[in-house]
């Protein structure tokens, strides 16, 4: 478990920005309309991508602050905005937002009010929809070994070998918690199986592939439904689309993961692996109908040992794109695999890794750098759907956040949208000062990560460059912290 830190030492400035006249951008691709689906025309190919805020109630409920959150997105208009990772099961979640229940439409419905009514209509809207297995907190090693260890058989044959004290093999279970939690690390990892030592070093985390624990075998059978009711109330709700998060650390991820091992006909080959994925897209489109928008966001590459690679995610396009998703949006890593290991008491975070640095690359980079880093996965991806004859449109993110290197990823055919998600949080004008001719007034976004930093620590994120600008003028939210400012100052368009 390196961190990247450890390893990309290259800075990189910001790439010079040439920003086009009105004129030029009135010309340019990235402000042509697109299509997504049968119903669902865009104004242009720009894209703001899911983000998580942390602003939902405990109980996953819309909040003033919610709404604040997409209002200030959708005053710069953008062709498409993602209401962030959003969760399909109705259990409590910590401040996600949710929609397991029919009771979260009312908040819902506000959200799209808000957004269509700040950006005047020109903003299509749409969800994404997200399923996560448990993962718990780095215990204290005192807590795990008194309460959490599972004492079996194994475990004690284990204990008994490494002491050489066949006492071990049916000793008073009490008197094993306490011998292991007296013992130093040498004997705990002779002991310990790997999963063990897992739980005690970053906290119990459940795959897709732990079988033995029938709620995770069942998932089958159950998802399908989740994400479809899910579907049903994005489009009772009002959204344009609904995105199925099958990217990152998450479920849908893990089951196209070359790492799923399961042996029930979802794991193993490519097409086991996309068998879940595909019923679910099936289940979705089968409850909301041929007309409305259905998009998946995955991995084009997970960029851990022993995960997908990008031919795997070429596979799986070609397929999803066959079964009728009208959009791929495609990201890269953020997977818990190579994550770093979380601090007593935190639970492990799937963007400290390098995996997770593919995901939100920074400016302390590789040669290659950070901006349009992930292109070339899209490209391959879209490459093959056209190839196959679908036009599926397929949009890609990860370091872009200037004029010519949106327009180039357009006018080269490697992507239809383009996303850019913390260009837009440093300035959620910056699509809309383009298009104007005034992209010299742009706020550039400095890909530090102060913002992901936050949601690390699952505090509200706000940006740096403006987080506290202008404070004490009246009206202005305030993070619960008090010191920060929750959306960036407004925007007079002149
Ligand atoms: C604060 C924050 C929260 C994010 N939350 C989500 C999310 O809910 N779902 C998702 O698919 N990606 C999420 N992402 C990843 C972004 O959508 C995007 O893929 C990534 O930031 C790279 O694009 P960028 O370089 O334009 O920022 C998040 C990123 C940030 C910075
Ligand atoms: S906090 Fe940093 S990385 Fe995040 S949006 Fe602002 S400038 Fe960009």
């Known amino acids: 478990m390196t961190a990247v830190a450890e390893r990309f030492t290259v800075h990189h400035a910001l790439p010079p920005a040439r920003w086009p006249t009105a004129e030029e951008a009135a010309r ?12 669902v025309v865009t104004e242009a190919r720009t894209w703001v991508p899911a983000m998580v805020p942390w602003r939902a109630t405990d109980d996953g409920f819309v909040t003033p602050e919610v709404l604040g959150w997409y209002a200030r997105f959708a005053e710069g208009q953008p062709a498409v905005l993602v209401v962030e990772a959003t969760g399909i099961r109705d259990i409590q979640s910590g401040p996600l937002l949710r929609i397991g229940d029919d009771r979260f439409l009312p908040g819902l ?23 996560f297995l448990a993962v718990r907190r780095r215990p204290e090693p005192e807590k795990y070994f008194a309460r959490f ?48 030592r897992e739980a005690l070093d970053y906290g119990y985390r459940e795959r897709v592939w732990d079988t033995h624990l029938p709620h995770v075998r069942e998932l089958p059978r159950i998802l399908p439904g989740l994400f479809a009711e899910a579907g049903r109330r994005a489009r009772e709700a009002g959204f344009d689309g609904v995105e199925l998060h099958y990217a990152h650390a998450y479920t849908m991820a893990s089951f196209l993961s070359r790492l799923n ?52 995610a070429v596979w799986f396009g070609v397929r999803f794109a066959g079964a009728g998703a009208d959009y791929l ?41 950070p901006f349009g880093r992930n292109v070339p996965l899209a490209a391959a991806i879209r490459g093959a759907i056209r190839d ?37 949080l440093a300035d959620p ?25 936050l949601d690390q620590r699952h505090k509200q994120v706000t940006c740096k460059l403006w987080d506290r600008v202008g404070l004490d003028a009246p009206g202005v939210p305030l993070a619960s912290d008090g010191k920060r400012r929750l959306s960036a100052p407004g925007w007079p368009v002149p």
């Not at 691709?29 to 119903?39: A, T, V």
């Not at 996309?274 to 590459?301: N, Q």
């Not at 010519?404 to 992507?415: C, I, N, Q, Y």
Request: charged content about 30%.
């Open 28 to 39: 340019a691709m990235l402000f042509s309309p697109g299509r997504i689906g049968r119903r």
């Open 109 to 131: 419905r506000r959200l799209v009010e808000t957004v269509r009514d700040k950006s005047a209509g020109r903003t299509r809207l749409f969800i994404q929809v997200i399923d």
């Open 149 to 196: 260890l599972e004492v079996d058989a194994a475990l004690r044959r284990r204990l008994a070998a490494a002491t050489a004290d066949d006492r071990w093999r049916d000793a008073p279970e009490a008197e094993i918690r306490a011998r292991l939690a007296a013992a130093d690390r040498t004997l705990v990892e002779a002991v310990l199986d790997a999963r063990q």
């Open 261 to 312: 091992t399961r042996d029930d006909g979802y794991g193993g080959s490519r097409e086991h692996r996309v068998r879940l994925p595909l019923e679910v897209l099936a289940a979705v489109r089968a409850r909301v109908g041929p007309d409305y928008a259905v998009g998946i966001r995955y991995l084009g590459d997970d960029v851990i040992e022993g995960g997908s690679r990008v031919e795997d």
């Open 329 to 369: 949006s495609i990201s890269k890593g953020g997977r818990f695999e190579d994550a770093r290991q979380p601090k007593l008491g935190e639970a492990v975070y799937p963007y400290t890794g390098r995996s997770g640095y593919e995901c939100m690359p920074t400016v302390i980079s590789d040669a290659r750098g």
């Open 388 to 424: 196959a004859g679908h036009d599926t449109p397929v949009v890609t993110s990860g370091g872009i956040g200037t004029f010519d290197l949106a327009e180039g990823v357009l006018r080269r055919g490697e992507a239809d949208f383009v996303g850019a998600a913390r260009q837009s």
């Open 429 to 453: 004008d910056w699509f809309r000062k383009v298009r104007l001719g005034l992209g010299h007034l742009v706020r550039r976004c400095e890909y530090t990560n102060y913002c992901e930093g």
